[in-house]
């Protein structure tokens, strides 16, 4: 592991950390509110051991056949990985192997696979909706269930004995002011946690956004480049 690497990651990281800090400051909210969780998709398993060696507990990745690879080289240290991308229904119980929570459930079909996989490794399944605040004319292709929608989704996750429901996680739509998009969340958390009260996780906020996501009130934050830096184009 070079030592300038982990320089850089280590200033990067105490930057971000003092962004979160600020942000929390400035929506009187305290300082340990707020969870990083560093996206480390793109980047090599030794990058999460540095992250790892700088008190990171919280990795994040995208796609299935990388994250699988990198938890099991990092299987020594002590993170959790988040499963934060698009995700096929037949891979839904091989991600549930190594992931501890899935933030990207965003439709009925993947629910019974990831029951299933957690099933089969014997410990619950830690799961967020992701609520889709796409405009209608945007949302087709994008991930995330219709906020309409969100109702049922819950209550099949709910239902099943091996899923844990959390939350949610939201990625503000492109090229639209995080601040409408984040605060629209806000609203539809709310209601959510009418009817699911212990469910109080919101994922929201990247490297560009995560000011605004922590003033209307995200619990957990996901951001990868302004830790890690721009993502190599080939692996
Ligand atoms: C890649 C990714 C992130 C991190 O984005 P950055 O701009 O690198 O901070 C956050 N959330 C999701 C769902 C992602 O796919």
């Known amino acids: 592991m070079s030592a300038e690497r982990r320089a850089e990651v280590a200033a990067n990281l105490e930057h971000v950390r003092a962004r979160i800090a600020e942000a929390c400051r400035a929506s009187g909210r305290p300082e340990d509110d707020v969870t990083l969780t560093v996206v480390t998709k793109f980047f090599p398993a030794s990058d999460v051991r540095i992250l790892a060696g700088l008190g990171v507990t919280e990795v994040g990745e995208n796609r299935h056949q990388e994250a699988l690879e990198k938890s099991a080289e990092c299987a020594d240290l002590d993170v959790r990985w988040h499963y934060i991308g698009g995700l096929q229904s037949n891979k839904a119980a091989a991600v549930a192997a190594y992931a501890d929570m899935v933030e990207s459930v965003d439709r009925p079909k993947l629910v019974n696979g990831l029951a299933r996989g957690a099933a089969q490794r014997g410990r619950p399944l830690d799961v967020l909706l992701q609520v889709s605040l796409d405009p209608p004319e945007q949302a087709e292709g994008r991930s995330g269930v219709h906020p309409d929608d969100l109702g049922s989704l819950a209550q099949k996750v709910a239902g099943t004995d091996d899923l844990v429901l959390r939350g949610l996680m939201a990625v ?13 969340l806000t609203g539809i958390a709310e209601r959510f946690r009418d009817d699911h009260p212990d469910a109080g996780v919101i994922s929201a906020g990247m490297s560009g956004d995560l000011e605004a996501a922590i003033l209307h009130g995200a619990t957990h934050v996901r951001v990868g480049r302004g830790v890690l830096g721009e993502r190599p184009t080939i692996k």
């Open 172 to 184: 503000a739509p492109l090229g639209a002011d995080p601040n409408d998009a984040f605060e629209r």
